[in-house]
């Protein structure tokens, strides 16, 4: 096992290099050597059956990354531990024939087998490395620049190199960063993947970093000890390579995995999911599944009624997909834990409300501009939010109130996939992942001519439709889940049964905003261990029930509000609205009616 990955890539510096070329001249090279060592056929079959991980978690990752290759001089290489090359794609029409057959799967780039370069001296030094021209050892590379970034298994071992490979005359100037982020994401699928029954899956996501936005510090646990890890966890929480199987959950996280997750999580701004594989007969835990890549566990924080799975697919298929639903009941959400899994999280995020922009300003913060291109423009030009966007998910919310001037070029944008900025002559090339979302309904918007009928086609290849948090299955455990995560579990602060059913019955017209806000405000009232009832539940003036915005409603209504006979009888039912509505002689729908008329 090599080092594990270190804060800072390693460019190429002259003592590294200066050891990389000793070490080349100990195995026996000269730098005029002209030996091409490859695999046998046979060799290179049972190494790509033996690092799977190519097949399994960078395809999707190739896949989103084909375009920029196939725009630009460069081939991307993965590589096994041993530096034989499994894959490699791109343009590869700048290759000499001899180096294009070098970068050909099969082919060996170990140190000891072509001295210094950037996939061999990765995988010896366990670290990104960068090789340009003549700093190669052999003469017959030095056409050649190349940047390589080790992948890690979630035990911490070396699985082998991801490379781009260009003409030395043109390096791949942002090498590091794009060879950084995909190992990162590569070792994050592989880790979130490699959980089995019994194991408990800990993900933090760091909220103050924006660069590290779509990755998590994944740590796997089983009976309290460290079995796995992707490379940014090792990193930042000090794991080494002899800490798995062996290191215990309280050295990690002081108390406890969930306790010491989540102090970590409120004291460094960190947001903290901890994710179970149950022990159950018959379910197949997601390590565990063959061939196709498979989503993420789905957690409770799924949206429910909403097919995770397929909605995936369909955005890994670069197909676009438009969220419906209520406000607040997630489609921003949706939208950006479909990001986090797919194939476009390399690249950025980038959400839009078309309604809360000022018409004249959509145009240039969708397009961009040139330097000067009109008064107040900024003398350095602005790329826009569609070329942010390239390789990652553009989120369009409130599409519905796009004006229908922007909803043409919109559309030229989509079709064509290139972007002129305002006061621009040429296009720039964009790919990026389409989602979007309304709570209107958009067919009635075309038939009242407001809406692009072919807009709506094109940006409706597939719908998603999130139920109202009414509709909701599970909201028990939902709620459960969303105050842990608020921090109330590391205070001691629990919700009897009594307050959870009873929340989980409320209309919640505001949907999941306003739950969040109501048992923010419910936490904040709330002293460290203490057991929250329904007695605890504060008066308010304001109900909850039928307000239409969280900031209308300030906590879950008190059973000693106003309105006491509904209330008292869900207070004395514990909660549970249909024990209430038989102790009322109503129907449940009637027992809603009331307490949103007594809002009123
Ligand atoms: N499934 C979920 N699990 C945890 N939190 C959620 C979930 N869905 C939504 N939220 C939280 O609820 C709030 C509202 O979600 P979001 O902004 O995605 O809703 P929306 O449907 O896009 O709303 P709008 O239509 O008003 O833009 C956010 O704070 C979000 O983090």
Redesign the pocket.
């Known amino acids: 096992m090599r080092n594990l990955p270190h804060d800072t890539p390693l460019l190429s510096s002259a003592s590294v290099l200066s050891d990389s070329w000793l070490r080349s001249q100990h195995y026996g090279l000269t730098r005029d050597d002209d030996y091409r060592p490859v695999a046998g056929h046979e060799q290179l079959g049972e190494s790509r059956h033996q690092y799977d991980w190519i097949a399994r978690y960078a395809s999707p990752l190739l896949a989103q990354l084909a375009p920029q290759f196939r725009t630009r001089a460069g081939v991307l290489v993965l590589s096994d531990p041993g530096g034989m090359v499994l894959e490699s794609t791109g343009n590869s029409g700048f290759l000499q024939r001899a180096e294009l057959l070098a970068l050909a799967p099969g082919n060996l780039w170990s140190e000891d087998a072509r001295g210094t370069n950037a996939i061999g001296t990765a995988l010896a030094l366990g670290r990104y490395c960068e090789v340009s021209g003549k700093e190669h050892f052999l003469n017959r590379n030095a056409a050649l620049f190349c940047a390589a970034m080790p992948v890690y298994s979630p035990r911490g071992e070396l699985a082998g190199v991801i490379d781009i490979s260009s003409p030395a005359n043109l390096p791949w100037q942002d090498a590091t960063h794009l060879l950084t982020r995909a190992a990162w994401q590569i070792e994050q699928h592989w880790v979130q993947k490699q959980i089995t029954a019994g194991q408990v899956l800990v993900q933090l996501r760091q909220q103050d970093q924006p660069e590290l936005a779509p990755f998590t510090h994944s740590l796997i646990f089983e009976d309290g000890i460290l079995q796995g890890a992707n490379s940014l966890a090792c990193r930042d929480l000090g794991i080494q390579p002899q800490d798995f199987g062996q290191r215990h959950q309280d050295s990690i996280f002081a108390n406890g995995v969930e306790n010491g997750a989540l102090t970590r999580a409120r004291d460094n701004a960190w947001q903290v999911h901890i994710g179970r594989a149950q022990k159950q007969p018959g379910v197949t835990v997601p390590g565990k599944r063959p061939a196709r890549p498979t989503p993420e566990p789905q957690t409770?924080?799924?949206?429910?009624g909403v097919n995770l799975e397929k909605a995936l697919r369909v955005v890994n298929a670069g197909i676009a997909l438009c969220?419906n639903?209520?406000?607040?009941?997630?489609?921003?959400?949706?939208?950006?834990?479909l990001y986090r899994q797919s194939k476009w999280a390399t690249g950025n995020f980038v959400a839009i409300?078309c309604a809360a922009l000022p018409e004249h300003l959509i145009e240039s913060e969708l397009f961009g501009y040139m330097p000067g291109a009109f008064t107040g423009a900024s003398s350095r030009g602005y790329a826009g939010k569609f070329r942010e966007a390239n390789g990652g998910m553009l989120f369009l919310?409130?599409i519905g109130d796009m004006p229908l001037v922007l909803q043409t070029r919109l559309l030229r944008v989509l079709q064509e996939k290139r972007v002129v900025p305002l006061g621009g002559n040429s296009a720039f090339p964009v790919d990026f992942s389409l989602v979007c979302?309304?709570?209107r309904n958009l067919v009635e918007q075309v038939e009242r001519g407001l809406f692009r009928e072919d807009l709506l086609y094109r940006i409706q290849e597939f719908t998603v439709e999130?139920p109202p948090l009414r509709q909701w299955q599970g909201k028990n455990q939902?709620i459960e889940?969303?105050w842990c995560?608020l921090g109330a579990t590391a205070r001691g602060i629990r919700l009897c049964q009594s307050v959870v059913r009873y929340l989980a019955d409320c209309p919640w017209p505001g949907?999941?905003?306003q739950?969040?806000s109501q048992l923010k405000v419910l936490l904040a009232l709330s002293d460290d261990g203490q057991t929250v009832t329904l007695d605890c539940l504060p008066a308010t003036p304001v109900s909850s029930f039928g307000a239409t915005s969280p900031a209308s409603s300030q906590v879950a209504p008190s059973p000693s509000a106003p309105g006491m006979r509904e209330l008292e009888a869900i207070r004395v039912c514990q909660g549970n609205m249909s024990d209430a509505a038989k102790h009322l002689g109503i129907s449940r729908s009637t027992l809603y009616r009331r307490l949103e008329k007594k809002r009123a």
């Open positions: 409770s924080f799924a949206p429910s969220i639903g209520e406000t607040g009941c997630g489609k921003e959400y949706l939208a950006q834990q409300n919310d409130e979302a309304t709570h999130i939902f889940q969303l995560e949907n999941v905003r739950l969040l």
